[in-house]
C-alpha cells in the first residue's frame, strides 16, 4: 500500500484535485441551490464559481485569498509583529 506524500509542507489539503477551499465554495453554491429548489442551478454555479476562484489563485501562491482578506480588513489574523518590541 503506498502513501501520498505532498511535494511540499506548505501544500493546502485537497480532495480529489479540489484544494479545500474551492470545495468549501462549490458546496456552499451547490447546498444554497439545492435549498432554493435549484439543485442543477446550484451545481453549475458552483462549478463557475471553484473554476473563477481556481483562476483567481492561479500564480499567486495557496495563501492569496488571505492576504487579500486582511488587506481589506475581512480577516481577523493579524500578523505577529505588533507583539514586537522595537529597541533602538
Do not use: C, N
Not at 17 to 31: K, L, Q, R, Y
Not at 39 to 53: K, N, P, Y
Amino acid at each position: 500500500m503506498r502513501t501520498r506524500i505532498p511535494r511540499y509542507i506548505d501544500d493546502p489539503p485537497q480532495i480529489f484535485w479540489w484544494e479545500i477551499d474551492e470545495v468549501v465554495v462549490f458546496s456552499g453554491a451547490f447546498v444554497v441551490g439545492a435549498l432554493g429548489g435549484q439543485t442543477l442551478g446550484g451545481l453549475l454555479g458552483g462549478f463557475a464559481l471553484s473554476w473563477l476562484l481556481e483562476r483567481l489563485k492561479s500564480g499567486r501562491g495557496s495563501a492569496f485569498l488571505l492576504h487579500l482578506a486582511y488587506w481589506y480588513g475581512l480577516s481577523g489574523v493579524r500578523p505577529e509583529s505588533h507583539k514586537e518590541r522595537f529597541f533602538e
